[in-house]
Protein backbone atom coordinates (compact mmCIF):
# COMPACT_ATOMS: atom_id res chain seq x y z
CA UNK A 1 0.00 0.00 0.00
CA UNK A 2 1.30 3.57 -0.80
CA UNK A 3 2.79 5.40 1.90
CA UNK A 4 5.41 8.09 2.70
CA UNK A 5 7.10 9.77 5.70
CA UNK A 6 6.52 13.41 5.69
CA UNK A 7 7.16 16.27 8.48
CA UNK A 8 4.18 16.65 10.72
CA UNK A 9 1.58 19.26 8.89
CA UNK A 10 -0.30 21.40 11.74
CA UNK A 11 -3.97 19.80 10.41
CA UNK A 12 -2.39 16.90 11.75
CA UNK A 13 -2.69 17.44 15.04
CA UNK A 14 -6.30 16.28 15.80
CA UNK A 15 -6.00 12.72 14.59
CA UNK A 16 -1.78 12.70 15.66
CA UNK A 17 -3.37 12.93 19.47
CA UNK A 18 -6.21 10.25 19.06
CA UNK A 19 -2.98 8.12 17.49
CA UNK A 20 -1.16 9.00 20.41
CA UNK A 21 -4.37 7.85 22.62
CA UNK A 22 -5.00 4.80 21.13
CA UNK A 23 -0.99 3.87 21.55
CA UNK A 24 -1.13 5.31 25.05
CA UNK A 25 1.08 7.75 25.15
CA UNK A 26 -0.62 10.55 26.26
CA UNK A 27 -0.45 11.33 30.01
CA UNK A 28 -2.10 14.21 32.45
CA UNK A 29 0.95 15.83 33.17
CA UNK A 30 1.39 16.45 29.29
CA UNK A 31 -0.83 18.09 26.99
CA UNK A 32 -0.22 16.80 23.77
CA UNK A 33 -1.63 19.46 22.03
CA UNK A 34 1.24 22.09 23.71
CA UNK A 35 3.69 19.73 22.96
CA UNK A 36 2.74 19.97 19.68
CA UNK A 37 2.72 23.85 19.54
CA UNK A 38 6.20 23.73 21.19
CA UNK A 39 7.62 21.49 18.49
CA UNK A 40 6.57 23.33 15.98
CA UNK A 41 9.07 26.12 17.14
CA UNK A 42 12.09 24.04 17.22
CA UNK A 43 12.76 21.58 14.07
CA UNK A 44 9.42 21.24 12.93
CA UNK A 45 11.02 19.36 10.18
CA UNK A 46 12.08 16.63 12.48
CA UNK A 47 8.64 15.49 13.67
CA UNK A 48 7.64 13.27 11.23
CA UNK A 49 4.33 10.87 10.59
CA UNK A 50 3.71 8.35 8.21
CA UNK A 51 0.81 8.80 5.58
CA UNK A 52 -0.92 6.00 4.19
CA UNK A 53 -4.56 6.44 2.44
CA UNK A 54 -4.81 9.92 3.51
CA UNK A 55 -4.05 9.04 7.43
CA UNK A 56 -1.40 8.92 9.71
CA UNK A 57 -0.41 5.91 10.86
CA UNK A 58 2.74 6.21 12.60
CA UNK A 59 4.65 9.40 14.37
CA UNK A 60 8.14 10.15 15.72
CA UNK A 61 8.50 13.31 17.18
CA UNK A 62 12.97 14.18 16.54
CA UNK A 63 15.12 16.82 17.33
CA UNK A 64 18.90 17.47 17.90
CA UNK A 65 20.38 19.47 20.76
CA UNK A 66 23.92 19.54 19.09
CA UNK A 67 24.79 16.91 21.35
CA UNK A 68 22.23 13.93 20.84
CA UNK A 69 19.19 13.55 18.85
CA UNK A 70 16.53 12.43 21.13
CA UNK A 71 12.88 10.89 19.67
CA UNK A 72 9.72 11.20 21.70
CA UNK A 73 6.07 9.57 20.83
CA UNK A 74 7.08 6.99 18.57
CA UNK A 75 4.08 5.18 17.32
CA UNK A 76 1.80 2.92 15.42
CA UNK A 77 -1.18 2.83 14.65
CA UNK A 78 -2.02 -0.80 17.11
CA UNK A 79 -3.83 -2.55 13.91
CA UNK A 80 -0.49 -1.65 11.79
CA UNK A 81 1.84 -2.57 14.82
CA UNK A 82 4.40 -5.44 14.06
CA UNK A 83 4.72 -4.95 10.29
CA UNK A 84 7.73 -3.06 9.94
CA UNK A 85 6.27 0.81 10.29
CA UNK A 86 7.84 1.56 13.45
CA UNK A 87 11.38 0.61 11.81
CA UNK A 88 10.64 2.36 8.94
CA UNK A 89 10.01 5.37 10.66
CA UNK A 90 13.02 5.24 13.03
CA UNK A 91 15.16 4.52 9.83
CA UNK A 92 14.04 7.60 8.79
CA UNK A 93 14.70 9.60 11.62
CA UNK A 94 18.53 8.04 12.54
CA UNK A 95 18.84 9.10 8.21
CA UNK A 96 17.75 12.83 8.94
CA UNK A 97 19.64 12.96 12.56
CA UNK A 98 22.88 11.64 10.61
CA UNK A 99 22.61 13.88 7.89
CA UNK A 100 22.21 16.97 11.13
CA UNK A 101 25.84 15.18 12.37
CA UNK A 102 24.33 14.47 14.71
CA UNK A 103 26.14 11.33 16.44
CA UNK A 104 23.98 9.20 18.74
CA UNK A 105 20.39 8.93 19.23
CA UNK A 106 18.57 8.34 22.73
CA UNK A 107 14.81 7.25 23.80
CA UNK A 108 13.06 7.35 27.08
CA UNK A 109 11.38 4.58 27.78
CA UNK A 110 8.81 4.95 30.64
CA UNK A 111 8.06 3.16 33.64
CA UNK A 112 5.83 0.52 32.58
CA UNK A 113 6.15 0.14 29.54
CA UNK A 114 9.82 -1.82 29.54
CA UNK A 115 8.46 -4.35 27.14
CA UNK A 116 8.78 -1.91 24.43
CA UNK A 117 12.81 -2.35 24.74
CA UNK A 118 12.05 -4.96 22.26
CA UNK A 119 11.76 -3.14 19.44
CA UNK A 120 14.86 -1.15 20.82
CA UNK A 121 16.59 -3.54 20.87
CA UNK A 122 15.82 -5.18 17.29
CA UNK A 123 16.87 -1.39 15.83
CA UNK A 124 20.09 -1.83 17.81
CA UNK A 125 19.57 0.47 20.61
CA UNK A 126 20.95 -0.66 24.16
CA UNK A 127 20.74 0.53 27.53
CA UNK A 128 23.43 3.09 28.07
CA UNK A 129 23.16 2.83 32.10
CA UNK A 130 22.45 6.32 32.57
CA UNK A 131 19.18 7.50 34.86
CA UNK A 132 16.78 9.83 33.44
CA UNK A 133 16.18 12.96 35.45
CA UNK A 134 13.83 15.83 34.38
CA UNK A 135 12.87 18.92 36.15
CA UNK A 136 9.19 20.42 34.76
CA UNK A 137 9.58 23.98 34.00
CA UNK A 138 6.44 24.98 32.15
CA UNK A 139 3.82 22.79 33.76
CA UNK A 140 0.78 21.99 31.40
CA UNK A 141 -1.57 20.81 34.06
C1 LIG B 1 6.84 0.42 19.71
C2 LIG B 1 6.18 0.56 18.35
C3 LIG B 1 6.40 1.98 17.83
C4 LIG B 1 6.82 -0.44 17.39
O1 LIG B 1 6.31 -0.24 16.09
P1 LIG B 1 6.01 -1.49 15.13
O2 LIG B 1 5.62 -0.97 13.81
O3 LIG B 1 5.07 -2.40 15.82
O4 LIG B 1 7.45 -2.19 15.07
P2 LIG B 1 8.07 -2.95 13.81
O5 LIG B 1 7.03 -3.87 13.23
O6 LIG B 1 8.72 -2.00 12.89
O7 LIG B 1 9.16 -3.85 14.54
C5 LIG B 1 10.58 -3.70 14.31
C6 LIG B 1 11.26 -4.86 14.98
O8 LIG B 1 11.04 -4.81 16.40
C7 LIG B 1 10.40 -6.01 16.81
N1 LIG B 1 9.38 -5.65 17.81
C8 LIG B 1 8.45 -4.69 17.71
N2 LIG B 1 7.71 -4.64 18.83
C9 LIG B 1 8.19 -5.61 19.64
C10 LIG B 1 7.84 -6.06 20.93
N3 LIG B 1 6.84 -5.50 21.62
N4 LIG B 1 8.54 -7.09 21.45
C11 LIG B 1 9.54 -7.66 20.75
N5 LIG B 1 9.95 -7.26 19.52
C12 LIG B 1 9.26 -6.25 18.99
C13 LIG B 1 9.75 -6.60 15.59
O9 LIG B 1 9.62 -8.00 15.71
C14 LIG B 1 10.72 -6.20 14.50
O10 LIG B 1 11.81 -7.08 14.47
P3 LIG B 1 12.56 -7.40 13.06
O11 LIG B 1 12.35 -6.24 12.13
O12 LIG B 1 13.99 -7.54 13.43
O13 LIG B 1 11.92 -8.65 12.57
C15 LIG B 1 4.65 0.26 18.43
O14 LIG B 1 4.48 -1.03 18.99
C16 LIG B 1 3.86 1.24 19.26
O15 LIG B 1 3.38 2.23 18.75
N6 LIG B 1 3.68 0.95 20.57
C17 LIG B 1 2.86 1.80 21.45
C18 LIG B 1 3.51 3.13 21.73
C19 LIG B 1 4.87 3.00 22.40
O16 LIG B 1 5.06 2.31 23.39
N7 LIG B 1 5.85 3.70 21.81
C20 LIG B 1 7.22 3.73 22.29
C21 LIG B 1 7.41 4.77 23.32
S1 LIG B 1 9.09 4.76 23.97
Known sequence: ???????????????????WQRCGLTRPW???????????????????????????????MAGY????????????????????????????????LLALGCPKVNVQIRGGNEPVAAFYARLGYAEDGATGFGKRLIPDD
Open 1 to 19: MAQRVRSFLREDTEPVVAL
Open 30 to 60: NDPRRDIERKLTVQPELFLVVERAGAVVATA
Open 65 to 96: DGHRGWVYYVAVEPALQGAGLGRTLMTEVEAR
